[in-house]
Every structure is written in structure tokens, then in C-alpha cells.
């Protein structure tokens, strides 16, 4: 029994390796080695050395396109991160009879694709959407409010699509708050917003950090939302992605937009290492 177990764990694992390096990092490693060849239009790349597609980086227009990407993703992870907080505070102090059914409501969402969930916004956005017809009706406006085709749609797309990423792993965080840490903080007399600054956000630290990864990194690169709600007037970092490969063609290029995300994300992923290993510290010496 023990050596069946043994061989399903190798298996296992190993099935887990091989997936790893056919389709993460062979993919990685074929895109890195994109980035520096030299863009060929008859066969898509030529196999000389370049560093033009990094140098083409800090190029004026691109950097603009960066810092708004930045900005918009920014600003999405904040709304959700002032939206979710109280939700997930919310329902890890609910009994423990109502938080599945919860969960399930805030997982709902992904039963749908994501593009179709775009389309539905844009209904609703539009000038004649769902939501200008019922401010109308209600006599809160006069004209419709063109919010298509603007930062602002790009910016609820994506927290409508991200924000249960958000939730999940600050309620995660919240949940393993141990309770009596808050009571020995309520008898040194410490108030309701001290206890909320100077215990329970520190605890939930990792959480945030983790829903701020999820949600800043994956609405940099969603070019969709930005077609669909932003048009052609709002750009993210994916969208020049996808125009470098499937239309300019120029994949060396692409590759090295794809790289300096992958580097970004990879310095977001230390920073959440050095929080969470900070919180621990802090942990084990109190």
C-alpha cells in the first residue's frame, strides 16, 4: 500500500513538473529569447542579436502608455481594495453557517466568461444603457452621461472583473485574526480605530498585499476591457502587446513589453515575500 502511494505522489509530482516546464517555462524562455532578435516581416523574426525592442521601451509614447496602465490599474486596485476590505470583514464576522453562501456569491461572477461580463457593462454603461435610462427616470440627470470611451469605464470594467480577487485573499487573512489578540488590545484600552490600525491591518497585511498583486498585475494586461469600454482612446499595456503581435507583427517587440512585465511582476512578488516575512517576525517577537 505504501509503495502505490509512493509511486501516485512521484506521479504525481512529476506530471506537475513536466506541465511546469512544456507550457511555463519553455513559453518564458522562448519569449525572452524573442525579445532580443531582430524583427523580420517575411518570417516574423530574424535570428540576430538586438537590444532595440528593450531600447524602444523608454521611448516617449510607450512610456506614456506604461505610466497610464499604471495609473488605471492603480486606481482599480484601490476601489477594490476600499470596496473588498469591509465586504471580507465583513463576512468572516458573520456566523460561520453564512460564509459559504457568501463565498459562493462572490465566486459567482466566474461562471460567466469574462469578455461576456464586458459586453453586459457596456450595455449598461451606454448612453442609452440601463444606467443613464434609470437616472433619467429618476430625474437625477437631464442628459445621458457619456462614460464610454473613457478612463473612467475602463476603471469599472476592471474592478467589476477583478474584485472578487480582491476579496478572497483579504478574507482569508481575516479570518485567521485570533481574537483574543483583539480582546488583550480592547483591555489596554485601546478604542475601535486603534484596534483597527495597529492590529487588525497589520495581521491582514499579507491579505492585502496579495489582493493588491492579483488585481494591479492582471488589469495592466486586459486589453479587452480597454477595447470594449475605453475604444480607442485608452490604452494599457496589453492592448500594445496584442497590436505588436497580431498586428504590426513585430513579436520581438512584443516579447519585450511581455518581459518587462514579467520583471514587474516578479519585484510585486518580493515585495508580498518581504511583507509576509516581516508580519512573521513581527509575530514571533510579540
Keep these: 500500500m505504501k509503495v502505490a502511494s509512493n509511486k501516485f505522489q512521484n506521479v504525481t509530482v512529476g506530471v506537475i513538473f513536466g506541465w511546469l516546464i512544456f507550457f511555463v517555462l519553455i513559453p518564458n524562455l522562448l519569449v525572452l529569447f524573442t525579445s532580443f532578435m531582430t524583427k523580420d516581416s517575411s518570417n516574423l523574426i530574424e535570428f540576430t542579436f538586438s537590444v532595440d525592442s528593450y531600447t524602444r521601451l523608454i521611448d516617449p509614447l510607450y512610456s506614456q502608455v506604461l505610466w497610464n496602465s499604471l495609473y488605471m490599474a492603480g486606481i482599480s486596485t484601490i476601489i477594490c481594495l476600499i470596496i473588498g476590505y469591509p465586504f471580507a470583514f465583513m463576512i468572516a464576522k458573520l456566523p460561520a453557517k453564512y460564509r459559504p453562501f457568501l463565498l459562493f456569491l462572490v465566486v459567482l461572477p466566474f461562471w460567466t466568461n469574462s469578455l461576456i461580463r464586458i ?4 450595455i449598461f454603461l451606454g448612453v442609452k444603457g440601463i444606467l443613464n435610462e434609470t437616472l433619467l427616470s ?13 478612463e473612467i469605464a475602463v476603471i469599472i470594467g476592471l474592478v467589476y472583473i477583478l474584485l472578487p480577487f480582491m476579496i478572497l485573499p483579504l478574507y482569508s487573512s481575516i479570518e485567521k485574526i485570533d481574537g483574543r489578540l483583539l480582546e488583550a488590545a480592547k483591555d489596554l484600552g485601546a478604542n475601535a480605530f486603534q484596534r483597527f490600525i495597529r492590529v487588525i491591518i497589520p495581521l491582514t497585511m499579507p491579505g492585502i498585499v496579495a489582493g493588491c498583486l492579483l488585481v494591479l498585475l492582471p488589469a495592466m494586461g486586459m486589453f ?6 475605453g475604444g480607442a482612446k485608452v490604452l494599457l499595456v496589453g492592448n500594445i502587446i496584442k497590436s505588436e503581435f497580431l498586428v ?4 520581438p517587440f512584443g516579447s519585450a513589453i511581455s518581459i518587462a512585465l514579467t520583471i514587474l511582476m516578479a519585484l510585486m512578488l518580493y515585495v508580498y515575500y518581504r511583507a509576509n516575512k516581516l508580519m512573521n517576525k513581527k509575530v514571533e517577537l510579540e
Design 138 to 150: 429618476l430625474g437625477i440627470i437631464d442628459t445621458p452621461i457619456r462614460i464610454l470611451n473613457t
Design 119 to 122: 459586453y453586459g457593462m457596456k
Design 248 to 251: 504590426t507583427r513585430n513579436w
Design 224 to 229: 479587452y476591457v480597454a477595447d470594449l469600454l
